[in-house]
């Protein structure tokens, strides 16, 4: 799957890990988190996210 890195502070969101503390199990895409989710680290919004090269 798929890994997204935060434009702002560089989080790197890893489907296999998911945000167990945010309440995405591990295996969830990140195109099926849901649109409020926020980024652990600095908080920005889905939309401030893009695809790891």
């Known amino acids: 799957m798929q890994?997204?890195?935060c434009d702002v502070c560089g989080y790197?969101?890893?489907p296999a890990e998911g945000d167990p503390a945010s309440g995405i199990?591990?295996?969830t895409a990140f195109?099926?988190?849901p649109e409020?989710?926020?980024c652990p680290d600095c908080g920005?919004?889905?939309e401030n996210?893009?695809?790891l090269e």
């Open 31 to 33: 195109e099926d988190i």
């Open 3 to 5: 890994k997204y890195v």
């Open 44 to 46: 920005v919004s889905k």
């Open 25 to 27: 199990q591990p295996g």
């Open 12 to 14: 790197i969101y890893d």
């Open 36 to 38: 409020d989710w926020v």
């Open 49 to 51: 996210f893009s695809p």
